[in-house]
């Protein structure tokens, strides 16, 4: 089974697996294809985080796939261009973090790949060579971004072929990207993206266009294995990635509300959504005030995820009224005043299931949508911008530092119960991948809903997304006008959004039923997706 937010890219993953290939090959065939079709959100300019468990596992697998800062990119670079305050979100400036994605591919399928390297990429090549219909979302974030994408001529060349955003069903042909995909394909990860004439292209056009990567970044980059995170929840074990992800809030907020029976409160209530909210409130305390590279940054990472900690905090929810976000303290402090910038940023998050068990869990993104808007030279690659999230404030824990690696709001989960994957799952959306997260757990494990139940549930969103100067309380219009209501009477500055709002996340899993030997897939209509199984 595999699910993803777009129906080609689901169907790319569900070919290769017909064709013997394991969940790590349909995951990447998976990517591959959404780097295309979903350029928006994903691309070879991005980042990815994998989670792998079952079949030739060993216990739950972890690949960090994230590139550091470039080797010149100082604060002092950022100063001397004029930038004081803040690295700039968009342009040239923007993109000056390695690119980790296809390094990661390489680590996965050299452990877990069945098929030949070259042959997973045969979908992604030909829609970018002979064009795919535009989706719903690609439609929408084509006229958001018609300002962005016109600041640069080759975005522009690309994404605005007609000198306009495309509609739903136009043709978009990425004919530079079909030659860079298919120059991968037959080269292999290292010398087809890293290390060839294709990094050449992208350290030449990058350095002429402002960005301080070069070609040693490129080349000297390797993404790692590394070890997962996790915490209990209801007799299931759930893991995440370590920082440089927020991994550790969404665990926390499992800690929170293991103190409470939230099956008591019922699905879709005021006492449902109050308590969630509030314990999403205390546990992005503790995540805004250390979240960095553990290499930088030495993070209480087990006094973070105690048990007991989750007791001590768990004081700080009122049961009928709201605090405002930023009247919660961490409960440690890092010891700087530092100010913090609230995440945001687009992902697209996917999974996959073979016929031997193993099961993946990734993510993957450009950070903002389009991400830095610069297009690497003639490669077709949009270079991502999460460097940009770094801070220029020296004492801040997410300082910029060459060779550091920066915040990700990107963490893809996985569900363990006595040792075995019980569910893959995840969402794009920023601050709101753990709201959603919790959500789509809460409702499976207390409340019994099925994935694709818990997946169009009503959902909502705490906090700043996509530059949004407030933290509202984004409630989706289909909850009951009473339970609006009542949780603005307790104190939550209540925002009503559409009835499946995209910002909102596009959320996939797959649920193991190891007793009866059955995958349960589900995709979200909030995007452009599907789960597909045979």
């Keep these: 089974m595999v699910s993803s937010p777009h129906y080609l890219a689901s169907a790319s993953g569900q070919d290769a697996l017909r064709r013997g290939g394991s969940a790590v090959d349909a995951a990447i065939a998976i990517n591959a294809t959404l780097c295309v079709v979903y350029p928006h959100m994903a691309g070879l300019g991005g980042d990815a985080f994998w989670l792998i468990a079952g079949g030739s596992a060993k216990g739950v697998e972890a690949i960090e796939a994230s590139g550091p800062a470039a080797r010149l990119a100082t604060r002092d670079f950022y100063r001397g261009r004029g930038h004081a305050e803040q690295i700039p979100m968009r342009g040239p400036l923007a993109a000056l973090t390695a690119p980790g994605a296809v390094d990661g591919w390489r680590l996965a399928h050299e452990r877990h790949g069945k098929l030949p390297w070259k042959d997973l990429f045969a979908d992604a090549i030909a829609y970018a060579r002979d064009g795919m219909a535009i989706s719903r979302s690609l439609a929408d974030w084509l006229v958001t971004d018609e300002a962005i994408l016109n600041n640069d001529k080759d975005m522009a060349r690309i994404f605005l072929p007609k000198g306009r955003p495309q509609r739903d069903g136009e043709t978009l042909v990425q004919a530079d990207l079909a030659r860079t995909f298919a120059f991968l394909a037959e080269h292999g990860p290292r010398e087809g993206f890293y290390e060839g004439p294709i990094a050449q292209e992208m350290a030449r056009s990058l350095e002429a266009q402002g960005s301080p990567l070069r070609l040693d970044d490129l080349t000297g980059y390797r993404a790692r294995w590394a070890q997962p995170i996790s915490t209990g929840y209801r007799g299931y074990e759930v893991f995440q990635l370590p920082p440089s992800t927020q991994g550790f809030a969404a665990l926390q907020i499992l800690n929170l509300l293991e103190g409470y029976d939230v099956k008591s409160w019922g699905n879709d209530t005021a006492a449902y959504y109050h308590h969630l909210v509030e314990a999403i409130k205390v546990a992005f305390a503790d995540r805004d005030e250390w979240l960095s590279d553990p290499a930088h940054v030495d993070i209480p990472l087990e006094r973070l995820l105690s048990k007991d900690y989750a007791d001590q905090r768990r004081k700080l929810i009122d049961p009928v009224a709201a605090r405002p976000f930023d009247a919660i303290e961490p409960g440690i402090s890092f010891g700087s005043a530092a100010k913090r ?29 389009f991400g830095a808007a610069v297009v690497a ?158």
Aim: charged share 20%.
């Design 377 to 534: 030279g003639d490669t077709g690659i949009v270079m991502q911008n999460r460097g940009s999230f770094f801070s220029l404030d020296a004492s801040h824990p997410n300082s910029l530092e060459p060779g550091k690696r920066t915040f990700h709001t990107i963490i893809p989960a996985m569900l363990m119960k006595d040792g075995r994957p019980a569910l893959a799952y995840g969402t794009m959306g920023g601050e709101g991948q753990p709201q959603t997260q919790a959500a789509l757990l809460t409702r499976i494990i207390d409340f019994g809903f099925n994935v694709q139940q818990a997946i169009e549930a009503p959902r909502w969103l705490m906090g700043r997304t996509w530059g949004t100067a407030s933290r509202d309380l984004a409630l989706e219009a289909r909850m009951p006008d009473e339970v609006k209501r009542e949780l603005r009477l307790r104190g939550h500055p209540v925002k009503i959004v559409d009835g499946w709002d995209g910002t909102l996340g596009h959320a996939q899993a797959i649920r193991i039923d190891h007793e009866n030997g059955t995958y349960e897939g589900g995709a979200d209509p909030r995007g452009d997706g599907i789960a597909l199984g045979f």
């Design 341 to 369: 910038q609230a995440p945001s940023g687009d992902t697209v998050y996917f999974c996959a299931a073979d016929s031997d068990g193993l099961v993946v869990s990734n993510i993957q993104s450009i950070y903002h949508d």
